[in-house]
């Protein structure tokens, strides 16, 4: 008899904010000699859905509330420890900045350039490869109507 083997699936969301040719992600240092960038992202807590998790966590990672403008889908992500994550993908627009303090894990925002990003990819400072791929798939237009998701 083989042996079941059992993990739970980790359901967050991450959000694209572009203005001005720049995309908004936050710095985060993870326990490696380099920091890593990131969207603004998020578990989903339970009782909550995906819109209201990731105007939660972008407020809380970034001090900008914004207006959800697009769903870019749901992202399967596998991580080389054997952990699954569905990360639910948005597209927003700064709407105000409120100069809260940000999560502790948070280091620093930034608005950078999609040249910027790449070659921070290239460096291997992007938090996963999805950082990326949200990204060029915004730039391509490649999204869903907010209905979609049944909240």
């Not at 939660?56 to 769903?71: I, P």
Request: glycine share 6%; with cysteine.
């Amino acid at each position: 008899m083989s042996a079941i083997r059992t993990s739970a699936i980790h359901s967050t969301a991450a959000c694209v904010i572009q203005r001005d040719n720049r995309f908004l992600l936050v710095e985060e240092a993870k326990g490696g000699p380099f920091t890593v960038f990131n969207q603004p992202a998020g578990h989903i807590e339970s009782g909550e859905g995906p819109m209201a998790a990731i105007l939660r966590e972008v407020e809380e990672e970034t001090a900008w509330r914004v207006t959800l403008s697009g769903y870019l889908g749901l992202y399967i992500f596998h991580t080389g420890d054997g952990q699954t994550f569905h990360s639910h993908g948005f597209i927003a627009e700064p709407a105000e900045f409120l100069d809260t303090p940000l999560d502790t894990d948070i280091i620093s925002t930034h608005w950078l350039t999609l040249t910027e990003i790449r070659a921070l990819s290239a460096q291997q400072r992007l938090r996963s490869p999805l950082v990326l791929k949200r990204i060029e798939d915004a730039v391509s237009e490649r999204c869903y109507p907010l209905s979609v998701i049944q909240e």
